[in-house]
């Protein structure tokens, strides 16, 4: 194991923060630690506002941002390469957790678990910092990081999806994953409805009751969140990125993103 494949930090300058004001695909998993002031934090569709003892877990892929930080703001990070996660078999420990991780990966921690995780990052450091057979020590730290996060969700199972949460809910959660999945290639009402098993009046009856959001906004706000991470962060072409996300042409394209943001995409990667 190389440590190489995985990053700490607590160093976030205003101008790294600035910078993911605007929406950023991670392509490594992600715990934060926040340990003073307050965020609103989005994660693919959904934002969070958190708080000091707040952790979130982020998975490979997921598109982030954030938004009104207060002046004070500090968080600790451990990074993980994805495919350092899958040589370590890491995500093990929380499996029977994964879908209640992915539907709440934000988590507010007591003082005394606050207090157990935020420990580990100066012994991480030590450990990193240390050039000859650091590897084991390293693992079997970040091992007690995860299975200590389990263990948060196992103490906390009022977070799982419940048999008798209103079927509205359980809608909105089901067309959240679909929207995720799909959104590249399916962007229309009728393809979500179909997978979701119910009408197209149902589903966006109920979307809509469960969240305050249309189902189109919804899929719009995904699709526009990836375009804008790759104009922002990646050397593509604008047409390149059209065809990314399945687009008939850079002109579609650019009607789309005009249509949401009130910007061209070149006026967009250029900060107009």
Request: glycine letters at 4%; hydrophobic letters at 40%.
């Amino acid at each position: 194991m190389e440590t190489t494949n995985i990053e700490l930090r607590s160093d976030f300058t205003d101008e790294w923060l600035y910078a993911h004001q605007k929406p950023y695909r991670i392509e490594w998993g992600a715990f934060l630690f926040v340990t003073e002031g307050e965020v609103n934090l989005t994660v693919n569709l959904f934002e969070y506002h958190l708080k000091a003892n707040d952790v979130v877990i982020i998975l490979p892929g997921s598109i982030i941002y954030h938004r009104n930080k207060t002046t004070v703001f500090e968080v600790q990070l451990i990074a993980v390469k994805p495919q350092f996660i899958r040589d370590l078999q890491f995500i093990q420990a929380i499996v029977p957790y994964l879908e209640t991780v992915k539907e709440n990966p934000v988590v507010s921690l007591n003082d005394e678990e606050a207090a157990f995780f935020f420990d580990y990052f100066p012994l991480l450091k030590r450990a990193m910092s240390n050039n000859s057979n650091s590897s084991r020590m390293v693992e079997s730290m970040l091992m007690a990081v995860l299975y200590g996060m389990a263990e948060v969700y196992h103490k906390n199972r009022n977070l799982s999806i419940s048999p008798k949460v209103r079927r509205s809910n359980e809608i909105y959660r089901f067309l959240r994953q679909n929207i995720i999945k799909n959104y590249k290639q399916e962007r229309k009402i009728g393809f979500y409805a179909e997978q979701t098993c119910v009408t197209a009046k149902h589903l966006t009856t109920a979307v809509k009751e469960a969240s305050g959001r249309s189902v189109a906004d919804l899929i719009a706000s995904m699709v526009i969140a990836d375009a804008k991470s790759q104009l922002k962060y990646s050397d593509k072409t604008i047409a390149q990125i059209a065809d990314s996300l399945n687009f008939p042409d850079a002109s579609f394209f650019g009607k789309y993103f005009k249509k949401h943001t009130g910007n061209s995409p070149k006026e967009y990667r250029e900060g107009k």
